[in-house]
């Protein structure tokens, strides 16, 4: 798989997801946000 340029909401999302899933539905949310605007 290609490596994922840091900063992107899926690299965000893979290291949230390593500390834990509560903060990953947090950010998710706001990444969403910003991704759509």
């Known amino acids: 798989m290609p490596k994922h340029e840091r900063g992107t909401p899926k690299d965000i999302a893979n290291r949230i997801k390593s500390k834990g ?17």
């Open 21 to 37: 899933l509560q903060k990953l539905k947090w950010f998710c949310q706001m990444c969403q946000k910003q991704c759509r605007d």
